[in-house]
């Protein structure tokens, strides 16, 4: 079982996890809101809009693949291999889970 070494840890991604989705929940009605400035303000080209679009595609990509980290990275404190290098065993700093919790290599072989 889990020793709890890593409890903080865990709830600081469950938090931030919870962040993500309720983000992403608000995500529809944030392009609800951008649509009806369009209107409003008017001269904002196609270009402009498209660019959003494009911006906010993005965005929704990059949390998907931070919440698909932050499991990943919740799984290996299940299975006692958090805080470890993926690549070579050692330990990771915790100066690097500091600053990337979801850090699953250690700073020489994510270089
Ligand atoms: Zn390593």
Redesign the pocket.
Known sequence: MNSGKFDDRRAALLALREELEGLAATNAQDRKIVELDQQSVGRLSRMDALQGQAMAQETMRRRALELKRIEAALARIEDDEYGY??????E?VSARLDLDPMAA??????R
Not at 105 to 110: E, F, W
């Open positions: 290098c993926a690549k070579c065993g050692e990771i290599l250690c700073a020489g072989c994510a």
